[in-house]
């Protein structure tokens, strides 16, 4: 009878060690993958944090922008899963879980989700995009998908726009993980694909089809702002609240073709070419939106004038600074609906009439502008009923409140780390702010590191690269504001 009641306790006691190693086997697997809200928040005290190693948080940010860069994103075609697998095992060796899409062949999508203690808090996501715009090798100094590091500085498409904001933003998740820093709300890490040419296959498709990973989310922070340095050490931080948005658009001209030695007086190039000239001279009307007026004014007060920045809306009645105001291309794009011919395309040969002849056109419309109306201004003005016009790219504006938790949040870090103010501003281009902010998600553009002049070594330009200190540092400002937004600071 004693052996076999201790036999039963044996067995008794196997059947409870399966049964544990079988339910922390599941929730393994469940953990590495899920990335959905919690059914149960967690509500354990945070035990004391453990300091952050920042030299070897630097250290690991560098070689991993690095590795980043040198998976060729180029968009199109983008190809952005196998960087989204990439970042997706980082997570996961760091005990976050994370998964990824394939919206298209090729394409790519990554979440991650470190989770908090609140049970009441909005989650906060950190958006990034892994597609970059097309490099021209022999306009570079160094190869541009190298990722070479070199001078202190990390070189490579997509250094700055947008690897670069995607790795503060990973890093940033991973030392508040091992420092043991529990946040009293969930962050959600995503990095998609398809940005550079509208974003439908990358963040709308996210937006549309996976909204249980994010449906505990109130708030967003991607890039489209950033720390402006101004005269005398002085700055301040433009956070995006909204933004111009794209209509793309196709002219398309017809006329008899035929060989070039006799051309006829009207051909679909000459046509095309009159459209073109009609459109450059045409000035849309001038109109200043509250974020625009009030970075101005900012700008004014820290760097003691011009006096006319002050009040630019009453300013620029003035013809003389009107003309001198928009005859910088950065500052009329601020002010104005903007009107770019970019891609024209004719014939093959140069001894050839062309049937056809067509230009595509980049307006880049402010928010409040009626499309509609904007189109049927620009038919008025070509004044050629012949000429098609097809609409390429087009989405409703969207904008955040410049009031909210996340903007105070980001209030405390400019006031505690830069002694600065912020200002919520409108950025000319277009990010995937706009498809989360239709989600009802108040979305700010803000890349927590000094943003160099585009063109330069900044955004799209040749020989993109950023400093490992602006890198750095990229990411301390970037935990202390997870913290502050977290409750932990």
């Not at 060690?17 to 928040?41: D, E, N, R, W």
């Not at 720390?227 to 209509?247: H, M, N, Q």
């Not at 009040?311 to 003309?323: G, I, V, Y």
């Amino acid at each position: 009878m004693k052996g076999l009641m201790n036999l039963r306790t044996s067995f008794t006691g196997l059947l409870a060690a399966l049964l544990v190693i079988t339910v922390s086997s599941h929730a393994f697997a469940q953990a590495s993958v899920s990335v959905g809200p919690a059914a149960h928040p967690l509500t354990r005290k945070a035990p004391p944090p453990k300091a952050i190693d920042w030299d070897k948080a630097t250290q690991e940010a560098t070689e991993l922008l690095s590795k980043y860069i040198q998976i060729n994103t180029t968009d199109p075609p983008g190809d952005e899963l196998p960087a989204a697998k990439m970042l997706k095992d980082v997570f996961l060796e760091n005990g976050i879980p994370a998964t990824t899409w394939e919206p298209q062949p090729g394409r790519g999508i990554v979440a991650a989700r470190l989770r908090g203690i609140g049970n009441h808090s909005k989650a906060l996501i950190l958006l990034s995009h892994m597609d970059v715009v097309p490099a021209v090798a022999k306009e570079w100094k160094v190869p541009p998908f190298s990722g070479l590091v070199k001078d202190g500085r990390i070189w490579g498409r997509g250094a700055i726009d947008d690897k670069g904001m995607g790795v503060m933003e990973l890093m940033a998740m991973l030392a508040i993980k091992r420092a043991g820093i529990l946040l009293d709300r969930d962050v959600i890490f995503i990095a998609t694909g398809d940005e550079e040419v509208g974003g439908e296959n990358g963040a709308g498709w996210f937006a549309d089809h996976e909204h249980q990973v994010y449906s505990d989310a109130g708030f967003l922070l991607n890039e489209g702002g950033g720390i402006r340095d101004l005269k005398d050490g002085k700055k301040f931080y433009a956070v995006s609240v909204t933004e111009k948005t794209p209509l793309w658009l196709r002219l398309t001209a017809t006329g008899p073709a035929g060989h070039a030695s006799a051309p006829p007086a009207d051909t679909a190039v000459t046509k095309l070419v009159r459209a073109l000239q009609k459109l450059i001279d045409y000035q849309t009307p001038i109109r200043i939106l509250t974020p625009v007026q009030d970075v101005y004014h900012t700008i004014g007060e820290l760097e003691h004038g011009p006096k006319e920045f002050l009040n630019l809306e009453a300013s620029l009645r003035d013809p003389a600074f009107l003309k001198q105001f928009i005859a910088e291309p950065g500052q009329n794009s601020q002010i104005r609906d903007t009107i770019a011919p970019t891609v024209l395309s004719g014939s093959e040969k140069t001894n050839m009439i062309p049937a056809t002849a067509y230009a595509e056109i980049d307006c880049r419309l402010l928010p409040g502008s009626d499309p509609q109306a904007f189109l049927k201004n620009l038919k008025k003005t070509l004044g050629d009923d012949t000429i098609k016009i097809d609409v390429l790219l087009n989405f409703p504006p969207a904008s955040s409140p410049s009031r909210s938790e996340l903007m105070t949040a980001i209030e405390t870090l400019a006031r505690r780390t830069d002694k600065c103010p912020v200002v919520p501003t409108m950025v000319g281009g277009f990010t995937d702010c706009h498809y989360f902010r239709l989600k009802k998600i108040i979305s700010y553009g803000f890349m927590p590191v000094e943003l160099a002049p585009v063109g330069t070594s900044g955004v799209h330009g040749d020989n993109e690269s950023i400093g490992i200190n602006e890198l750095s540092n990229g990411i301390r400002r970037m935990v202390e504001l997870l913290k502050i937004f977290g409750g932990r600071s």
